[in-house]
């Protein structure tokens, strides 16, 4: 009895891995839905009363009912390297003729580049046993859980191999639409892109959150392919697939340059009819005899490239420009044009940044323009079509009042932006109740922006103080409509918990000019608690590395025009005190970095690694910057750090120098 009950529980399993397998990962459906259903509700029931008989590898094991802790640290065996990026044809054939001076019979591989985050995967007799991330090359972390949680990654292979495999984690545009669509219904703040969304999933603690939201993956290589008879990428790649991987397309083989390039221009549109985000294409030797004599870098394998696909653009009519006040009073204007799609998303509005920024490129309303995304990301002005322009058109001039509540906007000499001085002025004490709440200050969920701005023109919210009086006036909330008793529960449970907030991100939420989050707790592991920084002198506040004049001057200027403020946080029994977190190690020892540009992490996590690692993190570049961390689409502080000849570090240089 107990034989053929644990034969059946093999039978179940191989039988769901399999359709699992056929569904996923070869697009090919076997059994109906009804069928696995049935087959799946069976063997939990076995394994709950049989749990001896459960084999390694079962499908039950997506659950995902264990939430971690935290994630352990994975030491690869081999790197997880990156790979150099090249822009244009000619950075391809230069290339190709360093590779074929020394290699002359070589042929090409090329596959799509999929936007995502790398992942590991270890199998031991077929059975995944461990999965991790790229991390910082020489170390990841531990995901197995999560991992377990992406239906197109095998639990079983087709054959009971010891193997480690590399691919890459990606959320489809289905999925990523499915999920923003969900937080903007919450009123949460909606993720940026498909990447940043599958990153910080795949790194919740929690796997079930893996599961709803329907991470995908594709792998697209072997380590060690030679010991299982594998001559070429092609080869590995398809191999992959027999062992039951899902890849994102059989990959191209050619030797011709001419044919490599014609396959990655027709892709250039392509991709974006694709179900999956794509960003470039991978572009390798094919033969794995010749990897070691060509060689590596110190960060990048050179028998690899990757050719990045440029911003997709869109020309459109820009209509008219707008003005944006800020919490700080700074005046921002917007270009409002006809709606163009780029990547697959609607755009009709691009902030146009500063005055300078529009006269440099002479931006005028009635002007044919050319729009794309700054970073995959943000909507920008790339350019106008001057051989387009109207007879009648006219060079921009910035207003000279405040849209809001009309008065005369100030602009300081050396300073490129224009402000609005009158601190009622609707639009800043709106802005900075939207700041005070927002998730990196106080994190109040539920009083996002567009609740902040209805309560202020309900007479609910005035001040910052008023947020904390809400719970005075439950009665009045629960009459607006959409506000049921429920939400406004949480509303105020949230406002009541965020007190317990740290006290930098308590002082980045009043909004005093100039001090971001990074800055806040710069200042606060000095000065350790808000009511101690309120005293501190000049000397004092520019004796901090990364705190220059400007930054001194806005905080003696607010608390002195704020001279209550403290009491009544203290009155309110906000906490005030900074948490200092020890370093984990003193690797980049007290140096402070500035961040620019797009990076493949979110800044916060790139923040984070450098202060766990003894570095400080800077808003601006200064003579006391050590290093400028330097992602795509750099800006301002680019320049200016060339300028005074602060070291500019890649993602990846930075990552070298915490190993």
Not at 26 to 35: C, F, Q, R
Not at 40 to 69: H, I, M, N, W
Not at 157 to 164: A, D, K, Q, R, S
Not at 542 to 548: A, K, V, Y
């Amino acid at each position: 009895m107990l034989e053929e009950i644990k034969q059946k529980i093999e039978l179940l399993t191989k039988y769901l891995n399999k359709a699992a397998m056929d569904y996923y990962t070869y697009d090919n459906p076997t059994i109906s839905d009804d069928e696995y259903d049935k087959c799946y509700a069976e063997l939990v029931e076995l394994e709950k009363k049989y749990p001896q008989f459960k084999v390694p590898g079962s499908p039950t094991e997506r659950v995902g009912d264990k939430v971690l802790t935290k994630f352990e640290k994975v030491e690869h065996k081999q790197k997880m390297l990156s790979i150099s990026d090249v822009f244009n044809t000619t950075e391809v054939e230069d290339w190709q003729k360093n590779m074929e001076k020394e290699y002359p019979n070589i042929t090409y591989c090329a596959e799509l580049k999929i936007d995502g985050l790398s992942v590991s995967a270890i199998y031991k007799d077929g059975v995944l046993v461990q999965a991790s991330t790229r991390g910082n090359g020489s170390v990841g972390e531990d995901i197995t859980n999560n991992v377990k949680m992406i239906n197109s990654i095998p639990l079983v292979l087709n054959e009971p191999l010891n193997i480690e495999v590399r691919g890459e984690i990606y959320m489809p545009k289905a999925s990523f639409e499915e999920v923003n669509a969900s937080r903007f219904a919450q009123g949460l703040e909606l993720f940026a892109n498909p990447r940043n969304c599958a990153s910080g999933t795949i790194k919740s603690l929690d796997p079930r959150v893996v599961k709803e939201r329907k991470l995908d993956n594709f792998m697209y290589q072997i380590i060690d392919p030679e010991n299982f008879g594998l001559k070429t990428q092609h080869d590995a790649v398809m191999y992959l697939k027999k062992l039951g991987f899902k890849i994102s397309s059989e990959p191209f083989e050619t030797k011709s340059l001419e044919e490599l390039m014609n396959y990655i221009e027709r892709f250039r549109t392509e991709k974006d009819t694709l179900s999956y985000p794509v960003d470039g294409m991978v572009v390798k030797v094919n033969e794995f005899n010749v990897y070691n004599d060509i060689g590596y870098t110190s960060k990048t394998p050179k028998f690899y490239i990757a050719y990045k696909y440029p911003a997709p653009m869109a020309e459109t009519i820009l209509n008219s420009i707008t003005y944006q006040v800020g919490r700080t009073g700074k005046v921002t204007p917007v270009a409002n044009f006809n709606t163009v799609n780029i990547s697959g998303t609607d755009v009709s509005r691009a902030t146009l940044n500063n005055e300078d920024y529009i006269i440099m490129k002479d931006i005028r309303v009635g002007d044919t323009i050319r729009v794309r995304k700054s970073g995959e990301i943000i909507p920008e002005v790339a350019e106008v079509v001057i051989e387009k322009r109207p007879a009648s058109s006219k060079p921009f001039e910035f207003i000279k009042m405040c849209p809001c509540c009309n008065q005369p906007l100030h602009k300081k000499e050396d300073m490129s932006d224009y402000f609005c001085l009158n601190e009622n002025c609707s639009s800043r004490r709106v802005n900075s109740l939207i700041h005070f709440a927002s998730k990196e200050a106080m994190n109040i969920e539920g009083l996002g922006d567009r609740t902040c701005e209805m309560f202020y023109e309900l007479g609910l919210l005035t001040d910052i103080l008023s947020i904390f009086k809400l719970k005075e006036k439950r009665e009045t909330l629960l009459r607006i409509e959409g506000f049921g008793e429920k939400s406004v529960n949480n509303l105020l449970q949230a406002i009541e918990d965020c007190k317990k907030r740290d006290g930098a991100n308590v002082l980045f939420a009043l909004g005093i000019k100039n001090v971001g989050l990074s800055t806040a707790k710069d200042l606060l592991d000095v000065f350790e608690n808000i009511p101690t920084l309120s005293t501190a002198t000049y000397d004092e506040l520019i004796s901090i590395d990364g705190i220059g004049e400007i930054v001194a001057n806005s905080i003696i200027e607010y608390f002195h025009k704020n001279t209550f403020i403290l009491v009544d946080l203290m009155d309110l029994n906000i906490n005030l005190h900074h948490q200092i977190k020890k370093a984990e190690s003193n690797a980049l020892n007290g140096a402070t970095f500035v961040i620019t540009g797009t990076l493949s992490k979110p800044r916060k996590e790139i923040e984070d690694l450098i202060t766990s690692h003894g570095g400080k993190v800077s808003g601006s570049v200064s003579k006391k910057t050590n290093y400028l961390v330097c992602g795509e689409a750099a800006g301002s502080k680019l320049t200016k750090a060339q300028e005074i000849g602060v070291k500019i570090l890649s993602e990846q240089e930075l990552l070298d120098l915490t190993r």
